[in-house]
T-cell receptor, first 114, second 110 residues
Framework: DSGVTQTPKHLITATGQRVTLRCSPR?????VYWYQQSLDQGLQFLIQ???????AKGNILERFSAQQFPDLHSELNLSSLELGDSALYFC?????????????FGPGTRLTVL | QQPVQSPQAVILREGEDAVINCSSS?????VHWYRQKHGEAPVFLMI?????EQKGHEKISASFNEKKQQSSLYLTASQLSYSGTYFC???????????FGKGTKLSVKP
């Protein structure tokens, strides 16, 4: 158990819908990272927040957005869902904001878009 | 910019050794290694930094050739528990985000 929690574990929805994935980092960690994992693409970095502020952005689609709240939990919002958005979404946390820190991954949310 | 891992997959018998390679076309500041077992989250193995520093939690050895922009992970006397997919992640500078390779699937058979 990494100490990072993610809810829900599974999510099944239809194309065009909007969903919210939630992540609570390990106690004391200020950084939260979001990754998308699909079979053919591996782990793709989406976005990082550090202490409430956006720190780095990857190839995150405009239909996706995220935020980190004052209690440091983070939410990833996915809208106008398409079939290709079906994937495993991981949240990870680390102590500091620099990239050179061990990241602790949550158990993931499996999103299925039908 | 995504690092290239090789081999894509490897099958071992318990006790055998394996080497997993990670190479980048860009200059690297650090290389990170993670292992992901089927149906689970990735777990940190090691960070190798420019200049030779290493940070890790397991008795796994690795090397980082800064000039060649390559890293290798050495798995010796493999155990069944080593099975999983190994990912390398690379950083071009002290800031920024990790870019992960597509992974190397390791299967250890009894």
């Amino acid at each position: 158990d990494s100490g990072v929690t993610q809810t829900p574990k599974h999510l099944i929805t239809a194309t065009g819908q909007r969903v919210t994935l939630r992540c609570s980092p390990r106690s004391g960690d200020l950084s939260v990272y979001w990754y998308q994992q699909s079979l053919d693409q591996g782990l793709q970095f989406l976005i990082q927040y550090y202490n409430g502020e956006e720190r780095a952005k990857g190839n995150i689609l405009e239909r996706f957005s995220a935020q980190q709240f004052p209690d440091l939990h983070s939410e990833l919002n996915l809208s106008s869902l398409e079939l290709g958005d079906s994937a495993l979404y991981f949240c990870a946390s680390s102590v500091a904001g620099q990239g050179n820190n061990e990241q602790f991954f949550g158990p993931g949310t499996r999103l299925t878009v039908l | 910019q995504q690092p290239v891992q090789s081999p894509q997959a490897v099958i071992l018998r318990e006790g055998e050794d394996a080497v997993i390679n990670c190479s980048s076309s860009k200059a690297l500041y650090s290389v990170h290694w993670y292992r992901q077992k089927h149906g689970e989250a990735p777990v940190f193995l090691m960070i190798l930094l420019k200049g030779g520093e290493q940070k890790g939690h397991e008795k796994i050895s690795a090397s980082f050739n800064e000039k060649k922009q390559q890293s290798s992970l050495y798995l010796t006397a493999s155990q069944l528990s080593y099975s999983g997919t190994y990912f390398c992640g690379t950083l071009g500078g002290s800031q920024g985000n990790l870019i992960f390779g597509k992974g190397t699937k390791l299967s250890v058979k009894p």
